[in-house]
């Protein structure tokens, strides 16, 4: 096979390998084959116009109009002409088709269902990743860079699915970077051997291979992919977090989990809970079987959001530790509060990846493997290392605790520090949510009071209406909007009521998680996407959090916070059975979690929950900026980099000092070596077994130069013999003239995209990877030769010793 059959080969390879990060994005794998035929028709389209003698941009719009027929041919066929001819009618199909794709990628958690709008993307992605790489690697034969868009294909893909794969992907896309770059290495020694040196390396201005740098691209292959894939591992986690359907999976991780130094710290793991509610379709995140008699409210609470800071409510840094076998009490409860024990038995979803465990509030002992710690401010457990709830089977011991009204009324005043953490409010909390909390909670006769009064205000007589369309948000002018306008969802009930409570001196904080679910025929639960949730808790010294339920056609409203609730219940202290035929509640919870559009097209009945919990974006942390800023100015940077590094040598070689013969020796090799690599920047590569005289010529002849410029090549090449083999050498004079000649009259006698690829991609940039890999080779060498050292003292030491042993 031809080298660049070989190299064809090799880019088709590394494009689906890197395409397989994205396969746990969608449910079904089949457009990964679809892809794969495409790119191979692109790819042998590419190898048949390469055999011909074109222009290499011809060969790339080639490939380009037969990706668009086989993307016609799969994806618009009915519209197209003869089947596969792109027509207006077909053009305007894609844009329907791109359209809808981009909205199944919102809508849709992953896994998401392989629509034709999802495919069209993928397959597109696919094929133009193939078309990049097979251009850089394949026409211009420059399959370093080739690296960059395959970068971005499995960093994209990373992100997206949140990791899901980990290495198997990873080092999927790895191998077929490597295997471009030998091939290309391969390739690059079959066409031309070692490089004229000129001289022994021995100046500190060489740059040039010796006899055994023939076998550099080979050598230094691994340590390219090693740079290009420690990039390539860094970039997901720098990607921004991403939000909603499709894209929530980037971002679930990011801003949590445990740190090294044993806490857990969350910029914004707020559920992203417009985009959920909102799904077409839903699929089960979670069953559990409980022996509670009623699970009406028996909510599974994933965290609290306990800071408010004016942009959004936001989870603390707190301190983590070991999950105890028995978690401690609840804050705040104490005896005489009627609670009653209960177990249930929870399964996770393969597909649903959360760090935090939902459970029931307050948990008491939970019993899951894996690695878990326990948050105690919360009562929270996160996952450690990567941990998630993917697949989890836990059990998990709650309290139901069943305070009385006159309970929560003659609770007292919370301590000085709690009060002071949990009613913090900003400064920039506009003056109407003090006014409208003051006004609503006028006339009450205690914290509890105010607390049923803004609740019933939300959810009975302020005239809110429940909307999952209205516009998302967390903030002070999200919340100034949702009093104004009174339309939103749980998000917003929920903050804006815990802000008003703040501001009356009540503490409050937000919990996120689920409603209970709904009842199945074989008496557990199931929860989903429809039951994602969001509510506020506000403390009583006495009872601790306490939950309330502002949300309209949304959870169940507390017995508690009813007038005709009973004051007093039986408190069970005792521990339940776990065994399943423990009957849950097989009444449906008095709540109403379908949104309204899927109540107008009477779905609510046949919906099964679904879908996954995606951080809600209010903008990202000053360390993700940072790292986007970073990155940006990186990836601005690296295509810069050989123009850089081709400049400072340029400087070092002209500029080289000194008034000692040896340094003027160096300065005209130095001259050779810069007229050397400038030629080969523009596509004349060096020969090394050729004399300086017989080098000269042929850059003349090759480079087309002026006579000016060519007897300036010759000059500069009568001083290197004068150097090289004089008895009593002569440096030559004028040098930087010379060089500026040359490199002008080369300029000159290029194309423009010669010029162009000699100034900002200089074939001569290579040297700076030889010389790496040099210095490795040398350096090992160095090592072994100490470590054979290190063992013949060691056997000498051992054969003196024996004897003596022997004669004792």
Same mark, same amino acid.
């Given at each position: ?648 040598? $340029?400087?070092? +070689?002209? *500029?080289? /000092?000194?008034? @000692? ?5 160096? &300065?005209? !090799?130095? #001259?050779? =070596? ?65 060089? $500026?000649?040359? +490199?002008? *009259?080369? /300029?000159?006698? @290029? ?5 162009? &690829?000699? !100034?900002? #991609?200089? =074939? ?45």
């Amino acid at each position: 096979m031809s080298g660049r059959g070989r190299l064809a080969l090799c880019a088709f390879a590394a494009t689906l390998m890197a395409a397989g990060a994205l396969v746990p994005l969608v449910e079904s794998s089949l457009w990964l084959l679809q892809a794969a035929v495409m790119v191979a028709v692109m790819s042998l389209v590419g190898a048949l116009v390469r055999r011909a003698p074109l222009a290499r941009a011809l060969t790339v719009v080639f490939q380009t109009v037969a990706a668009v027929l086989v993307l016609t041919s799969v994806f618009t066929r009915d519209e197209a002409l003869f089947g596969f001819l792109p027509t207006p009618d077909a053009l305007r199909e894609f844009g329907d088709l791109f359209a809808s794709g981009a909205d199944d990628v919102g809508r849709y958690a992953t896994p998401a269902p392989a629509t034709d709008g999802i495919r069209l993307m993928l397959i597109g992605g696919v094929l133009l990743i193939g078309l990049a790489v097979d251009t850089i690697a394949v026409t211009f034969r420059s399959a370093a860079a080739a690296g960059l868009p395959l970068l971005a294909l499995y960093s994209v893909a990373a992100g997206l699915s949140g990791g899901s794969g980990g290495w198997v992907w990873f080092l999927l896309a790895a191998t077929g970077y490597l295997l471009l770059l030998l091939a290309e290495g391969r390739d690059r020694l079959s066409q031309w051997g070692r490089v004229f040196g000129g001289t022994p390396r021995t100046s500190r201005f060489s740059a040039l291979p010796d006899a055994s740098e023939g076998r550099a691209p080979v050598r230094t292959g691994h340590r390219i992919g090693v740079v290009a894939l420690g990039v390539a591992l860094a970039v997901p986690a720098a990607l921004p977090a991403l939000d909603g359907g499709l894209l929530a999976n980037a971002a679930r991780g990011a801003g949590t989990g445990v740190g090294g130094g044993g806490t857990i710290s969350a910029v914004n793991p707020l559920v992203s809970l417009q985009d959920n509610l909102n799904q077409p379709e839903d699929r089960e995140a979670l069953r559990y079987k409980t022996n509670a008699k009623n699970t009406q409210d028996l909510y599974l609470r994933i965290m609290a959001l306990d800071k408010f800071d004016g942009t959004s409510w936001r989870f603390s840094q707190r301190s983590v530790e070991d999950v105890p076998d028995r978690l401690p009490n609840p804050p705040g409860l104490r005896s005489g509060i009627s609670t009653t024990e209960i177990t249930t038995n929870v399964s996770a979803a393969g597909w649903y990846r959360q760090n935090y465990l939902p459970m029931p509030y307050p948990a008491t002992q939970v019993q899951i493997s894996g690695r878990w710690r326990f948050e105690p401010t919360g009562r929270t457990l996160v996952g450690d290392r990567g941990q998630s709830t993917r697949g989890a089977q836990y059990e998990a011991d709650s309290l139901q605790v069943n305070p009385t009204r006159e309970q929560l009324a003659a609770a007292p005043e919370a301590s000085p520090e709690l009060r002071r953490e949990y009613t913090e409010v900003p400064s920039s909390l506009p003056d109407v949510v003090r006014q409208t909390a003051r006004q609503v909670t006028e006339g009450s006769a205690n914290d509890y009071e105010k607390a049923v009064k803004l609740q019933d205000w939300f959810a009975l007589d302020g005239g809110f209406t429940y909307n999952t369309e209205v516009d998302s948000g967390t903030g002070v002018t999200a919340i100034t909007r949702f009093l104004q306008n009174k339309e939103g969802f749980c998000v917003h009930f929920s903050f804006t009521m815990a802000a008003m409570a703040r501001t009356l001196g009540i503490p409050a904080r937000v919990a996120v998680g689920f409603t209970p679910g709904t009842p199945q025929p074989d008496g557990s639960m199931s929860v989903g996407l429809r039951d994602a949730h969001a509510w506020p808790e506000l403390y009583f010294e006495g009872i601790g959090w306490t939950r309330f339920e502002p949300t309209p056609s949304r959870g169940t409203t507390p017995d508690y916070t009813r007038p005709e609730a009973p004051s007093d219940s039986p408190s069970d202290a005792g521990r339940p059975s776990t065994d399943a035929s423990d009957e849950p509640s097989t009444a449906p919870a008095d709540s109403d979690s379908c949104p309204a559009q899927a109540r107008r097209l009477d779905e609510c009945d046949t919906a099964a929950p679904s879908a996954v919990l995606a951080p809600t974006d209010s903008g990202p942390p000053l360390g993700t900026v940072l790292g986007i800023v970073l990155g940006t100015l990186a990836a601005l940077l690296l295509p810069l980099l050989p123009l850089l590094w081709r400049i400072r040598v $340029r400087a070092q +070689r002209l *500029g080289s /000092g000194g008034r @000692a013969p040896e340094d003027a020796v160096d &300065r005209t !090799l130095a #001259a050779w =070596r810069e007229i050397t690599d400038t030629a080969w920047d523009h596509g004349i590569p060096p020969d090394d077994s050729r004399t300086p005289r017989k080098a000269a010529a042929r850059i003349v002849q090759l480079g087309g130069l002026d006579e000016e410029a060519a007897d300036a090549v010759h000059r500069v090449a009568r001083s290197v013999e004068q150097v090289l083999y004089a008895p009593d050498p002569r440096p030559g004079t004028g040098l930087a003239d010379d060089l $500026r000649l040359i +490199r002008e *009259g080369l /300029g000159a006698s @290029a194309t423009r995209w010669t010029r162009i &690829r000699a !100034l900002l #991609a200089p =074939r001569s940039s290579v040297r700076v990877i030889w010389a790496a890999s040099e210095r490795w080779t040398a350096l090992t060498a160095r090592w072994a030769a100490g470590r054979e050292r290190l063992l013949t003292r060691w056997s000498a030491t051992t054969t003196r010793w024996r004897p003596s042993r022997l004669r004792g």
